[in-house]
């Protein structure tokens, strides 16, 4: 089995700051060795009807702004902040990717020509989006499947290969919450992800937002070619998505631990091993002629 792509996922952790963004994706590159770190892109207004857009954040205390509008926008980068980080991440030698929430968004991204665009679980179903992406991006479209039906996940596949794109597809196994219960993870769906449509799309993926790095190695042992994590330099900050991320010795224990068990996902070469062959001489019971 080979080594998995880990996805250091910074999303708005970054807290609106440029500078934080920056130490987080050099972090993950020299500290955690992460292949990918991923943004996120929203344009708020096409997103979010007038009323959302001025009702206040529901958690007053992860708010950056008096209204859910502005809180948004507070920890939105625009698109010559997205190229200049990707063009930090290219002098690193980390891959950059963003996950982009709606159409303009998506057009603002693609032109960057990142290797992969991901498609978040709340809009795998815009294919207003998808479509625009097929026809217009060339990279890899990785997309989650939390708070989605089985027949939507058909749908979806069906639709890239519709476009010929499904090659370029990697389908995440994923639970939508934050943090999520372990009784909800629900990773023997990777199983099924690959029963399905391991011979249509590029990859399986997982997608996680629960606690700890066990699960993510039963993933991996499961068949997940990508595994991803929200991931932040201090799980206390303010903010939704800091308490179901990774810090940064979290993730990098996290790799360390998938390139070991990637090591150990393999049969006997022959009966006994050549490390075997002091011990069985020495240890192996040997039964004492009479």
Not at 23 to 28: F, G, H, R, V
Not at 40 to 61: D, I, V
Not at 91 to 112: F, H, M, N, R
Not at 194 to 202: A, L, R
């Amino acid at each position: 089995m080979k080594q998995p792509k880990v996805i250091a996922e910074i999303g708005c952790n970054h807290k609106g700051d440029m500078t934080i963004a920056k130490e987080l994706i050099k972090i993950a590159k020299i500290f955690c060795d992460a292949d990918v770190v991923k943004f996120q892109k929203r344009n708020n207004k096409e997103l979010l009807t007038e009323e959302q857009y001025n009702t206040p954040h529901p958690n007053p205390a992860n708010a950056y702004g008096d209204t859910y509008g502005a809180h948004r926008e507070f920890l939105e980068f625009n698109a010559a902040q997205h190229a200049e980080l990707k063009e930090f991440c290219d002098d690193l030698g980390i891959i950059y990717s963003t996950s982009v929430w709606d159409l303009t968004s998506a057009k603002e991204i693609a032109p960057l020509n990142p290797q992969l665009i991901k498609i978040p679980s709340a809009c795998n179903n815009n294919y207003e989006m998808l479509g625009w992406l097929c026809d217009n991006y060339q990279g890899e479209i990785h997309v989650s499947t939390g708070m989605t039906t089985k027949d939507e996940i058909d749908d979806l596949v069906e639709f890239f290969v519709t476009k010929g794109r499904n090659k370029d597809l990697v389908v995440y196994n994923c639970t939508s919450g934050y943090p999520v219960p372990f009784k909800d993870v629900c990773l023997l769906d990777i199983l099924t992800l690959k029963e399905k449509y391991e011979d249509k799309v590029k990859a399986i993926g997982f997608s996680g937002h629960h606690l700890g790095i066990a699960v993510d190695i039963a993933a991996h042992t499961l068949g997940a070619e990508w595994i991803e994590r929200h991931y932040t330099l201090d799980r206390t900050w303010k903010g939704t998505d800091h308490a179901a991320s990774l810090e940064p010795d979290g993730l990098r224990k996290l790799i360390r631990d998938l390139k070991a068990v990637t090591q150990t996902l393999t049969y006997k070469s022959k009966d006994v091993l050549d490390i075997e062959e002091v011990q069985r001489e020495k240890l192996k019971y040997r039964k004492v002629a009479k």
